[in-house]
């Protein structure tokens, strides 16, 4: 805006003119006294809905308010401590607010003054003329300690502050002002302009709802000297892979813009426009403009959630009593009823008090007790809703020492409350032939006694049962969930050892125990004809029965020369051991995540090294194992004669599974790229590929495409996607930050993933890799004492995350082995609704 005074400058610094226009006025703002006690009345009381007090009278200055506008101010403060003249950004920043200033909806509208004069923060007229302050200072010590004081009692009575790029060096010496801005600039940062891509993670904060999620733009970008991640909340990260960090880098989590209540009021702080071309652009006009609206009380917005504090982990379940699984059986799924109960399973694993039988002559081989239990919270106790007697407990594998069936996933009913129907995934103990080693896995439908409290072991109805071998371990998934069209989704391992493939594709086809292939996930996994390595997908009926829904992978109805044949309830193909799926009901897209083998390097000769594995899955597909990992990564071949002696790569575009354990086609579906793949080396590593695309596996050649995961010793455990209900009264509910992101975890929590991330929605159907990354792990808390071992996690009904920690052992459940909850304290948006400006929203 531009003003004529009325009032003697003499009393006042005068404002450089600035910029080459001669149109453009001299700028000079004057402000009254500071206190506390005048800020606190000029910010917070008013008299109608939070509006400011009206400006001084005109014979001080005249002002052309925009309409609508409430008499909302913005004061721009450009002083700096380097002597010369202002800088050609000041210019360019100044005038572009005052752009902003002047459009958008009438109610939204502010008037702008700016300033170079720091006396404007203790002069006797009052600061709280002023909705926000914005610091566009080329820093340096700008303010003298009565002028920091004025600012410092400004916020504390509500006041909004805006930083903008070197304004984190203003004030050096201030550490009140360094918690004003978040963090401060590391004495390395590149000087020179750079392109980069911003990940705008903070898709409901009115400083980026309207921005792309990947913003790619040239500025001049600041490394910190301490990363303020979890003290503030982060509305957008620069990615390092696309420009020269330099030195002091700080790595996949580069915080740039942020902001939080801070002292009483609002700070936002952005380390972009660094170059007066910043503000030509639309999108960063927009970032301001969302910035000015929050700090100026015109509009409110939520910058509490991804400070860690705000989150708070509590253990539901004490650890069990001695020789009894009165809490916690062996910790292996976990579901929410829709009135906030969760019923949760053990597998079959007992501890140390019970014995194990692993002598296949012993009728008993293999015995174990798979438990559901379900906490109240409510009354906050746990109770035994049943128990089925599995083939679970230790007993099998080649090592008779261990094996993963058991109860393995449990889902309700979408009619639960009406119907009390529970759907378990187990191995029953009594379906194993001790002659041939082979059991029977199932899915079945049981009914919740609401008036005992637990399964009626006599209703159930086996919806889906398939054969499986347990002469060698391992590999049984086990995840289960719902569309909202009422079909579902099965988990299946690939049934197959571990070993007898160097850790590579799981693809010899010698090992057998009476005929039976169990290291060759060809048989499994990449055969049409079996239901084991899939997600598999049906309707169940009220009958107890299922039909098949239309456009599963297959119909069932195929077959091939030779007699290939398929399974019409396969859904997805090439999976190796999905522990957790889920299904978003708002989209109906199937997430997913999947362990990898044991090589802990590529190799040149055989493929790539052990990949867990998470995919967005938008329709029926192959997944590649044991053909291809990662981004359509393939193995080598190996077969008869000599399964030590590589044959030619897999053609991920024309699998073909010419194994002659295979019951199924040959010619197979394509391979579907994965969105995440990680190993012991990083995440997401690719390679050069030569003239056939098969990559070089070289690990000097190697590059990480997804630099926010590592693995190591690490188990894939997929999680939901958050979906935020704004009617849900529980104020423990996460907020709606998270809304729309997918969470991926892994069993492990040294440097495995705890994330929360965000995907193309145009491409992540097809592989497309994440487009932001949010770690978890201060809000869903690692270590010994908190959630060591992630076994399972689901938002309840009341928003709130729960979370299995599997325990410190295996095959047992231990003092560690506990249902959490983890639920969010921060509270809502700011300003409170009743500190809007009048006519704001």
């Known amino acids: 805006m531009r003003f004529t005074s009325h009032h003697d400058p003499s009393h006042h610094k005068p404002v450089h003119p600035r910029g080459p226009s001669a149109t453009r006025g001299r700028r000079r703002v004057w402000a009254a006294s500071l206190t506390a006690a005048l800020v606190t009345a000029g910010l917070l009381s008013s008299p109608a809905a939070g509006a400011l007090p009206a400006p001084e009278p005109p014979t001080t200055m005249s002002i052309t308010s925009p309409p609508g506008s409430a008499d909302v101010r913005v004061l721009v403060f450009y002083g700096s401590a380097a002597p010369g003249e202002e800088s050609p950004v000041v210019d360019a920043g100044i005038a572009a607010i ?325 759907y378990l995934h187990y191995t029953p103990h009594s379906g194993v032939d001790r002659n041939t080693r082979i059991a029977q896995r199932q899915v079945s439908r049981f009914t919740f006694d609401e008036a005992t409290g637990r399964l009626d072991l006599g209703s159930e109805k086996v919806l889906l049962k ?69 997600i598999l997908r049906v309707h169940p009926e009220p009958d107890g029965s299922y039909t098949l829904p239309e456009g599963n992978l297959f119909t069932g109805k195929e077959t091939a020369e030779g007699g290939g044949k398929t399974r019409g309830e396969i859904y997805v193909m090439g999976v190796r051991n999905p522990a957790r799926i889920s299904v978003d009901k708002s989209t109906d897209v199937l997430y997913a995540g999947w362990v990898g083998p044991d090589a802990g390097a590529p190799s040149t000769t055989w493929g790539p090294a052990k990949y867990d594995t998470f995919a967005v899955i938008t329709k029926a597909s192959n997944r590649g194992w044991p053909y291809c990992m990662g981004n359509k990564q393939p193995y080598r071949d190996r077969n008869l004669p000599d399964p030590s002696k590589p044959l030619g790569w897999y053609d991920c575009d024309h699998p073909k599974n010419e194994s002659p354990n295979n019951d199924g086609l040959v010619n197979l579906p394509p391979v579907t790229g994965n969105n995440i793949w990680y190993s012991p080396q990083g995440g997401g590593p690719d390679f050069p590929r030569d003239a056939g695309g098969v990559p070089s596996y070289k690990q000097s050649e190697s590059t990480y495409k997804l630099p926010w995961l590592k693995g190591g010793g690490q188990a894939a455990m997929n999680g939901p996607v958050y979906r935020y209900d704004a009617a849900n009264p529980n104020e423990a509910k996460w907020p709606a930050y998270w809304d729309g992101k997918w969470f991926v975890g892994d069993f492990y929590d040294a440097d495995q993933p705890r994330n929360a991330v965000l995907t193309d929605p145009r491409t992540h159907g097809d592989g497309g890799l994440p487009v932001h990354s949010e770690s978890l792990k201060k809000i869903v808390p690692v270590g010994n004492d908190h959630i060591q071992n992630l076994m399972d996690w689901k938002f309840g009904p009341d928003g709130a995350l729960y979370v299995l920690d599997y325990g410190r052992g295996f095959f047992t459940s231990d003092a560690k082995s506990a249902l959490w909850r983890v639920t969010y304290t921060g509270g809502g948006p700011t300003p409170a609704a009743g500190q809007l400006v009048r006519g704001a929203e």
């Open 98 to 422: 005052e752009r902003i200033g002047l459009s958008g909806p009438a109610a939204q509208r502010f008037t702008v003054e700016a300033t170079d004069d720091a006396s404007v923060f203790t002069s006797e007229r009052r600061l709280s003329r002023f909705n926000s302050v914005v610091f566009l200072t080329g820093g340096g010590d700008v303010l003298d300690p009565e002028q920091e004081s004025g600012l410092e009692a400004y916020m504390k009575a509500g006041g909004g502050f805006v930083g903008i790029h070197d304004a984190a060096r203003a004030e050096p010496y201030s550490d009140w002002f360094t918690g004003l801005i978040g963090a401060r600039p590391a004495a390395s940062s590149p000087s020179s302009v750079q392109r980069a891509t911003v990940e705008v993670g903070d898709r409901a904060h009115p400083a980026t709802k309207d921005l792309p999620v990947e913003w790619k733009r040239p500025d001049k970008w600041l490394n910190w000297a301490k990363n303020p991640s979890g003290e503030v909340h982060t509305v957008a990260r620069v990615r390092e892979s696309t420009y020269q960090p330099g030195q002091g880098a700080a790595g996949w989590d580069h915080p740039v813009s942020w902001c939080r209540d801070y002292s009483g009021g609002r700070s936002f702080y952005t380390a972009m426009g660094g170059t007066a071309s910043s503000y030509d652009e639309t999108d960063f006009r927009s970032h301001l403009r969302g910035a000015l609206l929050w700090t100026t009380r015109l509009a409110r917005a939520d910058c509490k959630a991804t400070i860690t504090g705000n989150y708070r982990a509590e253990r539901l379940t004490p650890a069990n009593q001695a020789g009894q699984n009165d809490q916690i059986g062996e910790p292996h799924g976990l579901v929410t009823a829709p009135d906030g109960r969760v019923f949760y399973i053990g597998r079959g694993g007992a501890d140390s008090s019970r014995p194990v039988v692993t002598d296949w002559n012993d009728p008993n081989v293999g015995k174990g007790t798979g438990q559901v239990h379900v906490y109240d919270p409510r009354t906050k106790k746990v109770s035994l809703a049943g128990e089925l007697t599995v083939f679970g407990n230790k007993g099998g594998g080649e090592e008779l020492v261990k094996v993963e069936e058991g109860l393995l996933g449990i889902e309700l009913d979408p009619g639960f409350a009406r119907n009390g129907w529970v």
């Open 466 to 534: 398939w054969p499986v071998q347990v002469h060698s371990c391992c590999h049984a998934g086990g995840g289960m969930a719902w569309d909202s069209k009422g079909n579902l989704y099965i988990a299946t391992g690939d049934n197959n050892s571990s070993g007898f493939s160097d850790g590579y594709s799981g693809n010899n086809p010698q090992p057998n125990y009476k005929g039976v292939s169990f290291a060759d996930a060809r048989r499994t996994a990449g055969n049409t004809n079996n239901l084991n390595g899939k």
